[in-house]
């Protein structure tokens, strides 16, 4: 399995644009997470869905920010508009149903700087 | 008091040292832990994860101290390749909503 997989790797922008971040999780797995790395803050949950369905969405940041999850193998997570202060590394991670299952797999993270 | 904290080091060692990180939590319904390794300018990549009172794996050594909130960390016989940001990993909400550390730095030199 090639893991989970993000795009683009690398995403420099300007303040006021529109930036989408891709993400592909791991075939089989249920759940898929989008998080924000900061020096600031480390690693913070935005929001995570079960079965492409958004569960938790508490820790997105504002109305800016929004996440979708069409189908099982496809998600995506939307700033408009961009702010300098979104810039941070954004990782997807996804892992497998199961109680017992709590091994997060993350994709290599997607660089934003918005200028 | 943040849900966890972790002293950031970083922790300078030569190779072939011991060294220990610990990491102590707010939260006592916390069951599980976890550390997870993460590599300069890379995803964090689960390291290990205690569910009792510890865990070994080799050389690294979990230990979990419920009574005191915390956990800690111990590699023995440090590498090189050990060199790398390790983070203390809670989840008071169950597995969908872990609670990351800031992370503590290590830094094994030749």
Request: charge should be neutral; hydrophobic fraction near 35%.
């Amino acid at each position: 399995d090639a893991g989970v997989i993000q795009s683009p790797r690398h995403e420099v922008t300007e303040m006021g644009q529109e930036v989408t971040l891709r993400c592909k999780p791991i075939s089989g797995h249920d759940y898929l997470f989008w998080y924000r790395q900061t020096m600031m803050r480390g690693l913070e949950l935005l929001i995570y869905f079960n079965n492409n369905v958004p569960i938790d969405d508490s820790g997105m940041p504002e109305d800016r920010f929004s996440a979708k999850m069409p189908n099982a193998s496809f998600s995506t997570l939307k700033i408009q508009p961009s702010e300098p202060r979104d810039s941070a590394v954004y990782f997807c991670a996804s892992r497998e149903h199961g109680a017992t299952n709590e091994k997060l797999f993350f994709g290599s993270g997607t660089q934003l700087s918005v200028l | 008091r943040k849900e966890v904290e972790q002293d950031p080091g970083p922790f300078n060692v030569p190779e072939g040292a011991t060294v220990a990180f610990n990491c102590t939590y707010s939260n006592s319904a916390s069951q599980s832990f976890f550390w997870y390794r993460q590599d300069c300018r890379k995803e964090p990549k689960l390291l290990m994860s205690v569910y009792s009172s510890g865990n070994e794996d080799g050389r690294f050594t979990a230990q979990l101290n419920r009574a005191s909130q915390y956990i800690s960390l111990l590699i023995r016989d440090s590498k090189l390749s050990d060199s790398a940001t390790y983070l203390c990993v809670v989840p008071p909400g169950g597995y969908n909503k872990l609670i990351f550390g800031a992370g503590t730095r290590l830094a094994v030199h030749p």
